[in-house]
């Protein structure tokens, strides 16, 4: 069985061969840890922009490079939101979802746009996208998704409810 078959069976809560393995994320500078490990320990790190969804090409090469000596059945990627820096620490999408950002500069999602019903009226988040924002998910479909599936992870624009 192959790894996008293992996935797709587990997926249709059938029994594959064996327990699919896949990563959930893997930011920029890891990947960048992981190959000089198992694949080369000359690897030029070059800029090193560490957000989802904004890495670069060579960095999502590396990636699919890594799924494929881990022999993993899928990778997760991520599409651009255009993050704007706010300040050290927070940064906004183009959706105005806002972010804390980690000491590694990975966006954590703590107050989206919408906050109550009315803040729907009138917002449309697939007008805001573009295609370039896709560019890496895209390279890892044609790079990877023949043979591994690929998961698409999405940011929604709700502020979650907290309870004091």
Do not use: W
Request: negative net charge; contains cysteine.
């Amino acid at each position: 069985m192959d790894c996008r078959g293992r996935i797709l069976k587990a997926l249709n809560n059938e029994i594959p061969d064996r327990v699919p393995t896949f990563e959930l994320l893997i930011d920029e500078a890891s990947i960048i840890k992981l190959a000089k490990l198992l694949i080369n320990g000359s690897i030029n790190t070059g800029n090193i922009k560490t957000r989802f969804g904004e890495e670069s090409q060579r960095s999502l090469e590396l990636h699919c490079q890594i799924a494929e000596k881990l022999d993993l059945d899928s990778l997760t990627t991520y599409f651009s939101t255009g993050l704007n820096s706010i300040d050290d620490n927070i940064a906004e999408d183009r959706f105005g979802t806002k972010y804390h950002l980690s000491e590694h500069g990975q966006p954590l999602p703590f107050e989206g746009p919408i906050k109550s019903l009315k803040d729907t009226a009138g917002f449309d988040m697939a007008k805001s996208l573009k295609d370039e924002d896709f560019e890496g998910p895209n390279y890892i479909i044609k790079r990877a998704g023949g043979k591994r599936a690929v998961f698409l992870l999405l940011s929604d624009p709700f502020t979650a409810a907290t309870t004091t």
